[in-house]
């Protein structure tokens, strides 16, 4: 059973947020999820990961400038821009 | 005051000098309209995916092999997640547990090694720009996605001085390898720091705080200077210090406890599935490494010991890449380092060490050919000086100037000759005073003789001449 | 309508043999759309279809060269991005988005002549199996309005179906395509991954999402699989292995089969294994072999593809803020507030929850025993699975339990719709390639799907195999 703490805690990491009574709601379903998977816990794999899907340095990208995009393009769906820049409100500075 | 031992790490971040950015081919340059290097990749449009710039991680390996680390044979990149309006895509794509470029470090002066823990790959995040409660605050990603390296070292610096050597020469060696500009002033380098005291002959480290926003090698100083302060009078009155973040304000020469946005964060780091493990072989190791250019450390060893030039004249070629390389440049068309670091030192510098721009006008090429006919004695030391103008000034070559302009004379012997015997002739007053003062009138004959020559003549051998004639 | 019934190759002929215009063509499928209304299968019927035709009328007329599907009409999943086209996975979140690029795979179809209807219906940013998560709201069986299409591409499954269109294209992550094909009696292929590019398409589970066609046959299937597959620059996962010529199909006389020991069991208690006995019997008949083998790790293919599968959802839907490419909150203070109002006000209760879990399995303390240890079994499991691939030509299982359920059926606890895909993950997992053909009836009648695996790559191999035995399920000689 996950504790409404745990909730809690992924909700903040997924930048979500839930009424109590949600909260509760959620604690029951996450918990069924989480039993579903658990056998993933329980599983026994000592093994060493090995890296299979690799590229060769030799076929990455050439360093070549290419157009951008229009900036309108870019900010076509932003709910709120100003001077051609994404707009939200005045932050604190951190 | 009890006596205290500080420990400093420095965590330091340099924008490569690529062409495009790290993930994407949106141009990699500073400043710009907002937006207007952007593309889906970079603002993380939905759908977009990251493709990796091979020159992003050829730079990276050669900062590696710049500071001696080991290089990776496969480099993992994985995603760093928090939410932040300037992260576009709320992950930052970095590397954690293959990184490519592992251990190395940097020798100081004094001999002390600071071991570097890791060399990684990551991306910029966009600009935010705080503009008053009306506007909001706006966000611009032209510098979102730009590559940049993390460079974090070993907690084994003890003083603000330490730090900054080992910062200074990780600098050095950026820009000297042409892998990042550097400039502090533009971001192109960041640097965090992590301080903790310790009473002297405590074992175990003291708590670790870390320090944001420096953005000045003199910053450095300052905050490393503060935090020890700060550290101290907390443990002096019998104070715990917090585990922390802080932001260092320059402006006000304190620091001050950065709200939870850092504090045990949680980045769920995973390997990124849209970007495969990057094979990196030996064969493109030894290419980089064969490509570096001499670094500063190794610079300095080679004017001071194969050129046998002074410590100063040593120090002023490598304040500036551009001198020590035009230096380079000349040196291997025309072996005397000496005369070149002369005329490096008096003439161009004297024309461009106020600029903020140090662009060097005058060729190697240019520079080696004066210098060689200034010596061979085919030009005058003023027609020297005036040739090298006109070659700051316009693209033309020395020597076709110097033919074309009636500078390059020779002078034959017998011409030679001809001369200090029509000097000795015109002047026959002089030429009796020269038996009872000699040292007198000798300049008189030297002045004599140039004139006529238009100074191409050889001092000593006038010198020679007259002195035997007169004898 | 008898032009509505007819595939993507047999339209393209008809058009470009000047025995039917574009525009007729078209106008028939609107027709069936109105129609077909209730269904819920396409979101938006795009304005400028019609206009489109007439292009292509125009361009015949002339006796101008025509591109090789010229004029064949096809209906897009909700996630892929067409420029100037609404694309918003069926979300109130992203209720507005227009998308400024084409998505690769759009591309290409488009160079091939296609020209797009509209948007398909699905479950929320592609989680669901059931397209009853859709802002749209529920999508229906073409067959059965009472049932579920499957999901998530429910809605490109169901036009299909009901002719709608000559083809659709959707996304498969954890079974997607497969199982609402099954449910709708239409073939859907998910393909090698990395076969077809994923740029452009709105990321669910970046290492297990694929699209791919679905469509009225085989022959359809293949040929746009062709066109839409190929090594992309703009995405480092795409193959560079040819894209072979996989709509030439080559039969053999018989071939070896692969079946599950695992599946076996499962299947002891499905009401519809009598149909699937009988199609391993006409096989054998034929004198075709079969091997059986165990996985080991198939029981844990469900919790394996919720582990990644989510931790990766995730990562990818934090783009998805309030303040670039979605609505915004009206009670958002704050740039914090944004990110909660909108995220919790935006997102439905399933795509919040998978999110969630997803957070959970990544965060310190557990992402050890549950991420780590995940993609461990992942590299074990497709191991076990490929390796089955060197003593047969290909694996048969089914592609769903049952037939489509009843909507509204599967109660509250999530875990019940999730167990929906036991059949179809392991091959998103293991990223071999997988085909549901229309293999049966279960119950009222309802269409069944039989699943054709191969190995990495051999997509030629996976549809000669599929022919043939589509043809003898058709009653007609290999």
């Known amino acids: 059973m996950i504790s409404i703490e745990e909730v809690k805690h992924i909700l903040t990491l997924s930048s979500l947020e839930a009424s109590d009574e949600e909260l509760k709601k959620l604690q029951k379903s996450l918990s069924q999820m989480e039993e579903f998977v658990s056998q993933i816990k329980n599983a026994d794999v000592d093994d060493e990961m090995s890296i299979e899907n690799k590229v060769s340095m030799n076929a990455l990208r050439e360093d070549e400038v290419k157009d951008s995009y229009p900036v309108e393009e870019i900010l076509m769906n932003a709910p709120k821009q100003k001077f051609n820049s994404f707009a939200v409100p005045l932050m604190m500075e951190d | 005051m009890k006596d205290y031992e500080v420990t400093i790490g420095l965590e330091v971040h340099a924008e490569l000098k690529t062409n495009t950015k790290c993930f994407c081919s949106c141009k990699n340059e500073f400043g710009g309209e907002p937006n207007t290097h952007c593309c889906p990749v970079c603002v993380g449009m939905p759908g977009a995916l990251p493709v990796i710039n091979k020159k992003a991680v050829e730079l990276t390996i050669k900062a590696g092999l710049c500071m001696g680390c080991d290089i990776n044979d496969i480099a993992v990149f994985e995603r760093k997640n928090y939410f932040y309006p300037d992260l576009s895509k709320a992950y930052q794509i970095s590397q954690l547990v293959r990184p490519i470029c592992l251990h190395g470090g940097v020798k100081l002066d004094s001999g002390k090694f600071i071991r570097l823990n890791r060399i990684h790959l990551e991306e910029d995040a966009g600009k935010l720009v705080h503009k008053s409660e009306t506007v909001g605050t706006l966000i611009d990603y032209n510098r979102g996605g730009v590559p940049l390296i993390e460079m974090v070292s070993e907690p084994d610096m003890s003083s603000p001085e330490e730090a900054l050597e080992f910062l200074g020469k990780l600098r050095e060696n950026l820009i000297y390898a042409d892998i990042a500009e550097c400039k502090m002033q533009e971001g192109g380098m960041r640097c965090d720091v992590n301080v903790s005291i310790r009473e002297k002959g405590q074992k175990e480290y003291g708590t670790k705080v870390e320090m944001k926003n420096i953005n000045s090698f003199k910053a450095v100083e300052r905050a490393i200077k503060f935090e020890v302060e700060r550290q101290k009078d907390i443990l002096e009155n019998g104070g715990t210090v917090r585990q922390e973040t802080r932001r260092w304000d320059d402006v006000l020469g304190e620091s001050s406890s950065m709200r939870s946005k850092e504090d045990s964060k949680d980045y769920r780091y995973f390997p990124d599935p849209d970007i495969l493990a990057i094979e990196i072989p030996r064969e493109n190791v030894e290419k980089i490494r064969k490509e570096l250019p001499l670094l500063p450390v190794e610079r300095k060893e080679k004017y001071m010991g194969e050129f046998g030039l002074s410590l100063y004249d040593t120090n002023l070629l490598l304040s500036e890449k551009v001198y020590s390389n035009f230096f380079d440049e000349c040196v291997k068309l025309y072996n005397k380092p000496k005369s070149i670091v002369n005329w490096i030192q008096s003439q161009v510098l004297s024309l461009i060490k106020d600029e903020e721009e140090k662009e060097i006008k005058i060729s190697a090429s240019n520079l080696t050919k004066i210098i060689e006919m200034l010596e061979k004695k085919e030009i005058s030391q003023q027609d020297s000086r005036t040739l090298f103008a006109k070659c700051w000034e316009e693209d033309i070559d020395a020597k076709e100037f110097a033919k074309s302009s009636g500078m390059l004379s020779t002078l034959s012997e017998n011409e030679l000759e001809k001369i200090m015997d029509e000097v000795i002739s015109e002047n026959p007053k002089a030429c009796e005073d020269f038996k009872t003062t000699p040292d007198k009138v000798m300049p008189f004959f030297i002045g004599q003789v140039m004139k006529k020559t238009k100074g191409k003549a050889n001092s000593e051998v006038v010198r020679k001449y007259f002195t035997e004639k007169l004898k | ?478």
Do not use: W
């Open chain 3, 1 to 478: 309508m008898y032009l509505t019934k007819l595939g993507v190759l047999e339209t393209a002929k008809l058009i470009h043999e000047k025995k039917v215009s574009c525009e007729e063509v078209v106008k028939a499928y609107l027709k069936n759309i109105e129609a077909r209304k209730s269904l819920n299968a396409v979101i938006e019927v795009f304005e400028d279809a019609l206009s489109e035709a007439k292009k292509v009328d125009e361009k015949i007329k002339n006796n101008e060269p025509l591109k090789e599907l010229e004029g064949v009409p096809m209906i897009i999943k909700d996630n892929i991005l067409i420029k100037g086209k609404k694309a918003g996975c069926a979300s109130k979140f992203m209720q507005n988005f227009v998308a400024p690029y084409d998505a690769t795979v759009i591309k290409k179809l488009r160079d091939a002549g296609v020209i797009f209807l509209g948007r398909a219906n699905m479950d929320e940013f592609a989680m669901g199996s059931s397209t009853e998560k859709s802002c749209y709201g529920i999508c229906h069986n073409a067959l059965d309005e009472s049932r579920v299409p499957g999901g998530s591409s429910g809605g490109s499954a169901s036009a299909v179906a009901a002719n709608l269109a000559c083809a659709t294209l959707g996304s498969d992550t954890g079974g997607s395509i497969r199982q609402p094909a099954s449910y709708n009696g239409v073939y859907g292929i998910k393909p090698t991954y990395g076969r077809v590019s994923r740029f452009g398409l709105i990321a669910f589970a970046s290492s297990l999402d694929q699209i791919g066609p679905l469509t009225k046959n085989l022959e359809d299937s293949a040929k746009l699989l062709e066109i839409i597959s190929g090594k992309d620059s703009n995405d480092m996962t795409s193959s560079k292995e040819k894209v072979e010529d996989f709509s030439k199909f080559d039969m053999k006389k018989t071939y070896k089969f692969g079946i599950c020991d695992e599946v076996e069991e499962k299947m002891k208690n499905i009401v519809t294994k009598p149909v699937y006995d009988s199609i391993m019997k006409r096989l054998e008949e034929k004198g075709c072999e079969f091997v059986h083998f165990s996985i080991k790790d198939f029981n844990l293919c469900l919790p394996i593809y919720y582990v990644l599968s989510t931790a990766e959802a995730t990562s990818n839907l934090g783009r998805f803020d309030g303040v670039k490419y979605t609505v915004r909150s009206a009670n958002a203070k704050d740039v914090n507030e944004i990110y909660l109002k909108s995220r919790s006000e935006g997102f439905g209760e399933e795509v919040k929850r998978r999110i969630l879990l997803g957070s959970y399995v990544l965060s310190s303390g557990y992402f050890d025993a549950y991420y780590n240890k995940a993609k461990k079994l992942q590299q074990r499991l497709t191991k076990q699975l490929t390796e089955v691939f060197n003593s047969c030509d290909a694996v048969l299982l089914p592609t769903t339990p049952n037939v489509a359920f009843k909507i509204g059926s599967k109660g509250d606890n999530p875990v019940d719709m999730y167990l929906e895909d036991i059949f179809t993950t392991i091959a998103n997992i293991t990223g071999v390639p997988a085909i549901s053909i229309p293999c049966g009836k279960g119950e009222n009648d309802l269409p069944l799907g039989l699943q054709v695996l191969t190995n990495k790559f051999e997509e030629k191999k996976l549809y000669s195999v599929a022919s043939y035995i589509d043809a003898l399920l058709k009653g007609e000689n290999a």
